[in-house]
């Protein structure tokens, strides 16, 4: 069975000689239980540009965009659905990210020598961007995928080396966890993967090769999948795949047979949902603070003068976050030696209670649209209390509105009771 710690969102690739766009679709479509918040495909036809595009939403949205596939000829091409990190859900931000300059949502054929998707997190993606800033490189989005795609893209021209070079220099600059799939302009019919802590697995079949973030995805295609393993990385034609360390040099591998059901590799092998994402849970706490330390020591997105003067913390979730709250209280005051109340959203709305004016509101919400946690949030605002969110959905209605936001990176929660976000 597949042993990964998996989340976020899903990659496909396939290389052969049907359409791919179609394949691609359906590939996406299967990955569609990890959760996402846009999509893209970026097809190429030949020698001919790839042709980019994204829409935000359903998969639907993307699929009318290009007639099922229809509208995109070509036989190469990578997918994606996204779990924002970095930068709000938007068509902009979605994937594929290429390495050239491009305006409005990116779509559209790009000349671009690098077209890439990317699944996971980009740690120390400000320095490299900072780098690569120096080096005339403009960012249209705000992910950190783009970072990578520049970066490789700057290896690539820089030493003129082929992409498996470009992509090994890349990977050892960079710090995070990350699925891979690139394009290169002068590699027609071809696909590059890379993978460190993020799943990715190809698969044969009839002289095609499929590529997917999980087996589900490409099971009505082929039941034979190569795992490719952490800084790894791979070159993908049609029906052949080759493998390569971080040296550079081919790895030789066999191919594994499938034998069980899709339903099975959706859940990872557990029963059910929830053990799935009970079991991520320590991946996510180590991906929450990664996010939140920095050279050693923690960094709040409150401004320390502000803390230094708060009198009083309300902490004001509802269900489950107010119950995390319940434990955060005792653990804020602690630490900080402030006075913490925990308060349900729905009577902290209503209820007529006075509020310290240099009390601080935190407000816990995994979809960071909970609405009694919402409008919590906008009558502390008016009564003048700065307000921190603490949510897990990027460009959510509540971290857009308050002032300061922490985000939980929990990826998506597909079982009700709440998990790795608690
Ligand atoms: N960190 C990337 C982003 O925010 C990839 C997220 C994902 O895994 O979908 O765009």
């Given at each position: 069975m ?5 989340f976020?969102?899903?990659i496909v690739?396939?290389?052969g000689h049907h ?9 996406l ?5 990890r959760?996402y918040d846009?999509?893209?495909?970026a097809?190429r036809d030949?020698?001919?540009?790839a ?6 939403g359903?998969?639907i949205n ?9 509208a995109?000829p070509?036989?190469?091409g990578i997918?994606?659905t996204?779990w924002?990190t970095?930068?709000?859900?938007s068509a902009?931000n979605?994937?594929?990210h ?8 990116g779509?559209?054929?790009v ?5 890439g ?9 400000q320095e ?5 800033l120096?080096h ?8 950190d995928?783009?970072?990578?795609i520049?970066l490789?893209?700057?290896y690539y021209n820089?030493?003129n080396?082929?992409?498996?070079d470009a ?5 050892v600059r960079v710090?995070?966890?990350?699925a ?8 027609p019919?071809?696909i590059y993967v890379?993978?460190k802590d993020a799943p ?8 095609e090769?499929?590529i997917?973030?999980?087996v589900?995805a ?6 034979q999948?190569y795992?490719?393993d ?5 070159r993908?034609?049609a ?8 040296n550079?040099d081919?790895?030789v591998?066999e191919?594994?047979?499938?034998e069980?059901?899709a339903e ?6 557990y029963?059910?949902f929830m053990?799935?994402e ?7 706490v180590r991906?929450?603070?990664h996010?939140?330390?920095k050279e050693?020591r ?15 913390i ?5 269900g489950?976050?107010y119950h995390?709250g319940?434990v955060g ?8 030696g ?5 308060e349900l959203a729905s009577?902290f709305?209503y209820?007529?209670m006075?509020?310290?004016?240099k ?10 649209e909970?609405?009694?946690s ?6 502390a605002?008016?009564k003048?209390?700065?307000?921190l969110a603490?949510v897990n959905?990027?460009?959510?209605s509540i971290a857009?509105?308050?002032d300061?936001?922490?985000?939980t990176?929990?990826g998506p929660?597909?079982s009700?009771?709440?998990t790795k976000?608690?």
């Amino acid at each position: 069975m597949v042993t990964e710690e998996l989340f976020m969102c899903g990659i496909v690739g396939f290389v052969g000689h049907h359409q791919a766009a179609p394949i691609l679709l359906s590939a996406l479509s299967k990955l569609e239980y990890r959760g996402y918040d846009s999509s893209g495909v970026a097809v190429r036809d030949g020698e001919k540009p790839a042709e980019v595009v994204k829409a935000t939403g359903k998969l639907i949205n993307l699929s009318q965009k290009i007639d099922g596939g229809n509208a995109l000829p070509g036989s190469c091409g990578i997918g994606h659905t996204r779990w924002a990190t970095h930068g709000e859900p938007s068509a902009t931000n979605a994937h594929p990210h290429v390495s050239g300059n491009c305006s409005g949502s990116g779509s559209g054929p790009v000349e671009s020598a690098v077209v890439g998707v990317h699944n996971g997190i980009i740690e120390n993606y400000q320095e490299l961007k900072d780098k690569l800033l120096k080096h005339d490189y403009r960012f249209y989005s705000n992910t950190d995928t783009e970072v990578v795609i520049k970066l490789i893209d700057y290896y690539y021209n820089k030493y003129n080396m082929g992409p498996i070079d470009a992509i090994n220099r890349t990977l050892v600059r960079v710090r995070g966890t990350y699925a891979l799939e690139v394009m290169f302009k002068d590699y027609p019919d071809e696909i590059y993967v890379a993978r460190k802590d993020a799943p990715i697995i190809i698969g044969t079949s009839g002289g095609e090769s499929y590529i997917a973030s999980d087996v589900p995805a490409i099971l009505s295609y082929t039941r034979q999948v190569y795992y490719i393993d952490n800084l790894e990385l791979a070159r993908i034609q049609a029906g052949e795949v080759h493998f390569y360390d971080l040296n550079g040099d081919e790895v030789v591998k066999e191919a594994a047979q499938i034998e069980f059901s899709a339903e099975a590799a959706e859940k990872n092998g557990y029963e059910h949902f929830m053990m799935k994402e009970i079991h991520e849970q320590p991946r996510v706490v180590r991906d929450t603070l990664h996010s939140a330390v920095k050279e050693g020591r923690l960094e709040l997105s409150v401004p320390d003068e502000l803390l230094s003067e708060v009198e009083q913390i309300y902490v004001v979730a509802c269900g489950s976050a107010y119950h995390a709250g319940m434990v955060g209280q005792y653990v804020i005051e602690r630490l900080s030696g402030v006075q913490v109340r925990t308060e349900l959203a729905s009577e902290f709305r209503y209820r007529k209670m006075k509020l310290n004016e240099k009390g601080l509101v935190i407000v816990i919400s995994q979809s960071g649209e909970t609405a009694d946690s919402l409008a919590a949030l906008r009558i502390a605002k008016e009564k003048g209390l700065k307000t921190l969110a603490i949510v897990n959905v990027i460009g959510s209605s509540i971290a857009r509105e308050a002032d300061y936001v922490m985000y939980t990176v929990a990826g998506p929660e597909i079982s009700v009771a709440t998990t790795k976000a608690y």
